[in-house]
C-alpha cells in the first residue's frame, strides 16, 4: 500500500489560483575599489572599506592593472577583504598581453583564494602602439571561455558551484569600435561565451543607459546590465576620466560646478546630478547600482543616502552585532 501524500501547500478553497504578493524585487549595490600604492592610501582605503561595508554590498569589485602590473597587490587586498570584512570580493582580471597559460595560473590562483566573482576584461592596449605578444589573449570572450574552462576543471573543488561572470558595457560607442551596433554584437558574444552580467562604464546623460538596455534587449543581451555610475562632484575628475574614457561629460553640470561657490555647493550639485542620473538608471529597468568610489566613501554614500532602493533583509553576523552593541 502506498503511502499517503502529504501537500505542503495549504489548500485554496476561493477556487482562484494563488498569486504571490507583489513587491519591488531587490536592487543590487556594489563599489568597485583599486589596490592602494602606498601606506597612507592603505590607510585611506581602508576607511573607506569600513564605511562602505557597514551598507551592505552584495560584492565590492577590485581592480587589476594592465597586463596584471599590480597583480600582488590586488591579490593581497582581496585575502584581506576576506579575512577581516563580510564583503565579497569581485577581481577584476584583464587578458590582453597575458598569455592563456599565465591567465590560467591567476584564475587558479584567484579561485584558490575563494573568489567566486570575476570581472573579465581585455584590457588597455599598449599606449606606444607595440603589438600584442604572441600567443596572449585578444578579446574579454576569450576570457570568459578560459574561466568556465578552469571552472569545469575544478567543479569538485567548487563542490559544483559556479563562478560569476562580469563583463564591460558601453552606453557610448566604444572608442575603438565602428558602431554602438557593434559594441552591442559584441556583449552578445561575451554572453553567449557564458558571462552573468555587466557592468557598464560611466555615462553622463539618462538616455545612455536607457537606450543601451534596449538596444541590449532587441539583440538577445538577457544578462543583467549593471549602470556604473561616479559621484558627480569632481570637475578635475571628470575632465580627466573624459580624457580617458572619451565619453564626453556633461558640459551644462560641468559649468554648473565650476561656478559653485564653494566646496560644500559643488558637492550639493554633484550628489544630486548623480542620484538623477542613478533614479534614470533603475526606472529603465536597471536590476543592480555599482558606484565608482575612487577608494572614497564621502560623496558615495552621500549619493547612497538619497536613493531609495529596496535591498534584501540579511542577519547580523558577529561583526554587525559588534558594530551596532
Not at 137 to 148: G, Q
Not at 226 to 246: C, D, H
Not at 251 to 278: H, M, Y
Request: aromatic share 4%.
Amino acid at each position: 500500500m502506498s503511502p499517503p501524500v502529504v501537500s505542503l501547500t495549504p489548500p485554496d478553497t476561493s477556487g482562484s489560483p494563488v498569486r504571490v504578493p507583489a513587491s519591488a524585487p531587490p536592487v543590487a549595490l556594489s563599489y568597485e575599489l583599486f589596490p592602494p600604492r602606498s601606506a597612507a592610501a592603505e590607510h585611506t582605503l581602508w576607511s573607506t572599506i569600513r564605511e562602505l561595508e557597514a551598507t551592505a554590498p552584495d560584492y565590492v569589485s577590485v581592480t587589476y592593472g594592465a597586463s596584471g602590473s599590480n597583480h600582488d597587490t590586488a591579490i593581497d587586498l582581496i585575502t584581506r577583504l576576506q579575512r577581516e570584512t563580510l564583503l565579497r570580493p569581485l577581481a577584476h582580471l584583464t587578458c590582453v598581453g597575458n598569455s592563456e597559460a599565465a591567465l590560467v595560473d591567476v584564475v587558479t590562483q584567484l579561485l584558490d583564494h575563494g573568489v567566486r566573482g570575476i570581472l573579465a576584461l581585455r584590457g588597455d592596449l599598449p599606449r606606444d602602439g607595440s603589438p600584442i605578444p604572441a600567443g596572449s589573449l585578444a578579446y574579454a570572450r576569450d576570457l570568459v571561455e578560459l574561466i568556465r574552462q578552469v571552472e569545469q576543471q575544478r567543479s569538485a573543488l567548487l563542490c559544483a558551484g559556479k563562478v560569476a561572470i562580469g563583463v564591460a558595457a558601453y552606453p557610448t560607442r566604444h572608442p575603438e569600435s565602428p558602431s554602438e551596433a557593434h559594441d552591442i554584437e559584441v556583449l552578445l558574444a561575451k554572453q553567449r561565451a557564458g558571462a552573468d552580467f555587466a557592468i557598464t562604464q560611466v555615462f553622463f546623460h539618462p538616455e545612455q543607459y536607457a537606450n543601451l538596455l534596449v538596444r541590449a534587449r532587441r539583440a538577445g543581451v538577457t544578462i543583467p546590465l549593471i549602470p556604473g555610475v561616479m559621484p558627480l562632484t569632481s570637475v578635475r575628475r571628470l575632465k580627466r576620466l573624459a580624457e580617458l574614457s572619451g565619453v564626453a561629460p556633461h558640459e551644462e553640470l560641468l559649468d554648473r560646478l565650476e561656478r559653485a561657490g564653494d566646496a560644500a555647493e559643488q558637492q550639493r550639485i554633484g550628489v544630486q546630478a548623480t542620484v538623477d542620473l542613478a533614479n534614470a538608471a533603475l526606472d529603465a529597468g536597471a536590476q543592480g547600482l555599482h558606484i565608482y568610489t575612487f577608494n572614497e566613501h564621502r560623496h558615495a554614500l552621500d549619493v547612497l543616502d538619497r536613493l531609495s532602493l529596496p535591498r534584501p533583509k540579511r542577519p547580523l553576523h558577529s561583526r554587525d552585532e559588534a558594530m551596532v552593541s
